[in-house]
């Protein structure tokens, strides 16, 4: 099998962590890394790790979806049995609650759960596997690939609807069944799934400025859309390791269980204070640290 690997690098600082995961794929393999500033040396810096990458210049829209497009515009897709796509990504600030079905993706967790799927060796070869089955058209960690219903929020979920609408629009016919999608669009796929999405015709004014806190955006969209074209094409994104449904009654318990503790058990500070509560009965609390004093007001 020969890949295709589109890798869009944002934050130069995370390159080293893509380029180990680079270096896990076996085969023949071709890399595509766009970039949308000339000052930060990424050129360079890609180029002493891979001297045959093409290096593409974009502009600063789309975060990593319009470079991915405009990528693709300028290769022979047919050249490819797989596609990987890639980007540097920031961690998520600690200040934000970001829970998708039942899982926490704060910190550096979701960037982890999106490289899942070739962030090893063993990793790759069990995606790369995957593709056996003429059924599957798109490969991703389970922990990022999403449903509607696995979206908690009103204004994502609606960004679902308007992806699907979109989609049933490019091909004129209804969803069978409501699509997933990898949410942070790191996967493998197939080319033959992006034919009808890239006929359509893509250009930068398709796209608005990058805004790091931006939301709901084109990108966003076609974030959706990626995943809904699989189902259009007749296939279906499959996880790396084991199944979908496994990995989602996994996190659903682990769901229940954090729920269940945090109403058996409940420990905080309040004013450097440990308390203790179980049943939110007071079971323990602590000395109180030398100068201070006051009403407890409780902290989580």
């Not at 961690?91 to 993706?105: C, E, G, M, P, Q």
């Not at 090893?120 to 069990?126: G, L, Q």
Request: include cysteine; proline fraction near 6%; charged fraction near 25%.
């Amino acid at each position: 099998m020969k890949t295709l690997c589109i890798a869009h690098v944002f934050y130069p600082e995370f390159w080293p962590e893509l380029a180990a995961c680079i270096r896990n794929v076996d085969g023949p393999l071709d890399l595509v890394v766009t970039y949308v500033d000339d000052t930060k040396g990424i050129p360079e810096m890609v180029l002493r790790d891979f001297p045959r990458a093409r290096m593409l210049l974009c502009e600063n829209r789309g975060f990593d979806v319009w470079p991915f497009l405009k990528a693709l515009g300028e290769v022979d897709l047919s050249s490819y049995d797989i596609i990987v796509k890639l980007h540097t990504k920031r961690d998520v600030k600690a200040s934000h609650a970001l829970i998708f079905n039942h899982r926490n993706y704060l910190g550096p967790r979701w960037r982890n759960y999106l490289l899942g799927f070739i962030r090893r060796p063993e990793d790759w070869t069990a995606t790369k596997r995957r593709f056996d089955d003429p059924r599957v058209g798109m490969v991703a960690d389970a922990r990022v690939i999403l449903r509607k219903d696995d979206v908690p929020w009103r204004t994502p979920r609606f960004t679902v609807t308007r992806s699907n609408e979109f989609t049933e629009h490019l091909y004129g016919r209804p969803l069978a069944e409501e699509p997933q999608f990898v949410a942070g669009t790191m996967f493998a796929v197939r080319p033959a799934v992006f034919g009808r999405l890239l006929a359509r015709g893509w250009s930068v004014d398709d796209f608005s400025a990058s805004v790091r806190d931006g939301t709901e955006q084109t990108a966003h969209l076609l974030e959706r859309v990626f995943g809904a074209v699989v189902s259009m094409e007749g296939l279906r994104i499959e996880p790396c390791h084991g199944t979908l449904a496994a990995s989602r009654f996994r996190a659903c318990l682990i769901g229940i269980a954090r729920a269940i503790g945090l109403f058996l058990l409940d420990v905080h500070r309040v004013d450097g204070r440990l308390l203790v509560k179980v049943l939110r009965l007071s079971v323990y609390r602590g000395p109180r640290p030398a100068g201070t004093g006051g009403k407890e007001s409780s902290s989580q």
